[in-house]
């Protein structure tokens, strides 16, 4: 393995993105140009590429100096070249980020506010999604505000969320206690670890906003919807085993989620024409699509936790 370090910064960032890579040369300068574009806040960038084949370390090696470049030996997989990464960070916060996907020019000023305001556990991004060129999506207007919702934990979630690896920024303290990302749970890791942090403290949701550019493309990993489907199963076999925490307490919360998860991908197969991939994730999910429901249904009658807006520093 081959690592290239810049110069050490004088004192610890507050925030480590962390950039994983696997034969995305396509992609890569989209998505570190837009990292390094956001140097104004104190952050490091490390870029992880996962033992790429089309010619992508090549392209790393022109951000040797400005950004510390790991190039795997041999293909490990998403999770375990995030964990490599996220090994190498001094950063307060993790903030991940997809190959394929890059940031909007304002996304460390909100993640920055945010912590310097509510100091929390997990933040839980905005995306915006495209298709195509970089260069055709208009970054709009530097936004003057902040909408968010402000939970104790991940677990009080109430609001709909678009999880990706993308999305997440994490108190690196938080991370390290729940050892980081399951190398061997893919795709819907970004569930998983979500899961997993459930009662790690608080939790800010943006709802406005986004801060990372999403892209869609032949190879995104949520177009192969069998894979997604046997993933669902493995969360809710970790739940029947007990692996996330919260206890009996947090149990219907747990399964809320995770139900949602399920009903996402039910309505999925069965558009997709998998109708007995459809029938089986209803037959072993039930208890968690009717803890979703009957969550959906509470939030109906008592309302949603209120969104709240914080002013951006001008």
């Given at each position: 393995?081959?690592?290239?370090?810049p110069?050490?910064?004088?004192?610890?960032?507050r925030?480590s993105i962390?950039?994983?890579?696997y034969?995305?040369?396509?992609?890569?300068?989209?998505?570190?140009?837009?990292?390094?574009a956001?140097?104004n806040?104190?952050?490091?960038i490390?870029?992880?590429?996962?033992?790429?084949?089309?010619?992508?370390?090549?392209?790393?090696?022109?951000?040797?100096?400005?950004?510390?470049?790991?190039?795997?030996?041999?293909?490990?997989?998403?999770c375990?070249a995030?964990?490599?990464?996220?090994?190498?960070?001094?950063g307060?916060?993790?903030v991940?980020?997809?190959?394929?996907?890059?940031?909007?020019?304002w996304a460390?000023d909100?993640?920055?506010?945010?912590?310097q305001?509510?100091?929390p556990?997990m933040i839980?991004?905005?995306?915006?999604?495209f298709?195509?060129a970089?260069?055709?999506?208009p970054?709009g207007?530097?936004?003057?505000?902040i909408?968010t919702?402000?939970?104790g934990d991940?677990?009080?979630r109430?609001?709909?969320?678009g999880?990706?690896?993308?999305?997440?920024?994490i108190?690196?303290?938080?991370?390290?206690?729940?050892?980081?990302?399951q190398?061997?749970?893919f795709?819907l890791?970004?569930?998983?670890?979500?899961?997993?942090?459930?009662?790690?403290?608080?939790?800010?949701?943006?709802l406005?906003?986004p801060?990372?550019l999403?892209?869609?493309?032949g190879?995104?990993?949520?177009?192969?919807?069998l894979a997604?489907i046997r993933?669902v199963?493995d969360?809710h076999?970790?739940?029947?085993?007990?692996?996330?925490?919260?206890?009996g307490?947090r149990?219907?919360?747990?399964r809320?989620?995770?139900?949602?998860?399920?009903?996402?991908?039910?309505?999925?197969?069965?558009?997709?024409g998998?109708?007995?991939?459809?029938?089986?994730?209803?037959?072993?999910?039930w208890?968690?699509?009717?803890?979703?429901?009957?969550?959906r249904?509470a939030?109906v009658l008592?309302?949603r936790?209120?969104?709240?807006?914080i002013k951006?520093?001008?």
């Amino acid at each position: 393995m081959n690592v290239s370090e810049p110069e050490a910064p004088a004192r610890p960032p507050r925030f480590s993105i962390i950039i994983t890579f696997y034969n995305q040369r396509d992609f890569i300068k989209d998505a570190l140009d837009s990292a390094l574009a956001l140097r104004n806040a104190g952050l490091e960038i490390i870029a992880v590429d996962d033992a790429s084949t089309d010619g992508s370390q090549e392209i790393l090696k022109q951000y040797q100096g400005s950004v510390q470049v790991v190039c795997l030996e041999t293909n490990q997989g998403a999770c375990a070249a995030r964990n490599r990464g996220a090994s190498l960070a001094t950063g307060d916060y993790l903030v991940f980020l997809d190959g394929d996907d890059a940031f909007l020019p304002w996304a460390l000023d909100v993640y920055a506010r945010i912590v310097q305001t509510k100091k929390p556990k997990m933040i839980l991004g905005t995306m915006w999604w495209f298709e195509g060129a970089l260069s055709a999506v208009p970054p709009g207007a530097t936004p003057r505000e902040i909408t968010t919702v402000d939970y104790g934990d991940y677990l009080r979630r109430d609001r709909p969320f678009g999880n990706s690896a993308s999305a997440l920024v994490i108190a690196r303290e938080s991370f390290e206690d729940v050892h980081g990302w399951q190398a061997d749970f893919f795709p819907l890791e970004d569930q998983d670890l979500a899961l997993r942090l459930g009662v790690a403290g608080r939790t800010i949701q943006i709802l406005g906003p986004p801060t990372v550019l999403h892209r869609a493309h032949g190879s995104y990993t949520v177009k192969n919807a069998l894979a997604c489907i046997r993933a669902v199963d493995d969360l809710h076999r970790k739940e029947r085993q007990g692996v996330y925490p919260g206890g009996g307490r947090r149990r219907l919360e747990r399964r809320a989620l995770i139900g949602g998860v399920a009903i996402h991908w039910t309505r999925r197969a069965a558009k997709s024409g998998m109708y007995g991939n459809a029938f089986t994730l209803v037959a072993r999910g039930w208890p968690m699509i009717l803890a979703a429901v009957s969550r959906r249904v509470a939030v109906v009658l008592k309302g949603r936790q209120p969104s709240e807006t914080i002013k951006m520093k001008i």
